[in-house]
Nanobody, 118 residues
Framework: VQLQASGGGLVPAWASLRLSCTAS????????MGWFRQAPGKEREFVAA????????IYADFVKGRFTISRDNARNTVYLQMNSLKPEDTAVYYC????????????WGQGTQVTVSS
């Protein structure tokens, strides 16, 4: 499975972006999926995750109320809707997949850069 994130860009503070993560090679319908980010000079951090069915989601505290993760299994795609963006949201955003029952994400895609100007 290959994951490809897209949708990043340069936006002003308070703008919105929607990131997409599309899988190729096989279906990700049975994978729990997540978004992570890594800012310059910082470690990668968890942003949001969604269960394989889409029924359960979880968010990092710093994005609650601003970001929404969703998935369209028919399109083999996971989304991250980001609203009210802040300069501190600037990072490379990565999508990742975790098999049901697994504790670690083992599928990783190339990231997409999000830059929020103040």
């Amino acid at each position: 499975v290959q994951l490809q994130a897209s949708g990043g860009g340069l936006v002003p503070a308070w703008a919105s972006l929607r990131l997409s993560c599309t899988a190729s090679g096989r279906s990700i319908n049975e994978y729990n999926m997540g978004w992570f980010r890594q800012a310059p000079g910082k470690e990668r951090e968890f942003v949001a995750a969604i269960s394989w069915s889409g029924e359960s989601t979880i968010y990092a505290d710093f994005v609650k109320g601003r970001f929404t993760i969703s998935r369209d299994n028919a399109r083999n795609t996971v989304y991250l809707q980001m609203n009210s963006l802040k300069p501190e949201d600037t990072a490379v955003y990565y999508c990742a997949g975790r098999s049901q029952g697994a504790t670690q994400y083992r599928l990783w895609g190339q990231g997409t850069q999000v830059t929020v100007s103040s």
